[in-house]
């Protein structure tokens, strides 16, 4: 089974910049679509943006849409998430996950996804 491990969080201004890294090891990375997902303290983990194993299909949650880019690089075992334009409610403790599922609406739910990494913490000051 594929590892994730999540990194590239912090802290920035309202209107700035971050990229987040899903780095795995094991097995077959270049075979599962990744979807990134984010938590508050007291709030259901949300979906954020998905692409596909091939990196041929991305979706994204209509909050992050235009702001966001998800893209993927399987010869490194990496998929990023560049966050533009960043806003106070995009704060929070952001996660990826592993799926099998390559579909738009698939990706999008929780248990599609077989593999998470543990976090890293996105905090957007206003």
């Known amino acids: 089974q594929v590892q994730l491990v999540e990194s590239g969080g912090g802290l920035v201004q309202a209107g700035g910049s971050l990229s987040l890294f899903c780095t795995a090891s094991?097995?077959?990375?270049?075979?599962?679509?990744i979807g990134w997902f984010r938590q508050t303290p007291g709030k259901e983990r949300e979906f954020v943006a998905a692409?596909?194993?091939?990196?041929?299909?991305?979706n994204y949650a209509e909050s992050v849409k235009d702001r966001f880019t998800i893209f993927r690089d399987n010869a490194k075992n990496t998929v990023s998430l560049q966050m533009n334009d960043l806003k106070p409610e995009d704060t929070a403790v952001y996660y990826c996950?592993?799926?099998?599922?390559?579909?738009?609406?698939?990706?999008?739910?929780?248990?599609?996804?077989?593999?998470w990494g543990q976090g890293t913490q996105v905090t957007v000051s206003s």
């Open positions: 094991g097995s077959a990375f270049d075979t599962y679509s």
């Open positions: 692409i596909t194993w091939g990196g041929s299909s991305t």
């Open positions: 996950g592993a799926s099998k599922f390559t579909t738009a609406l698939a990706m999008r739910i929780k248990k599609s996804h077989d593999a």
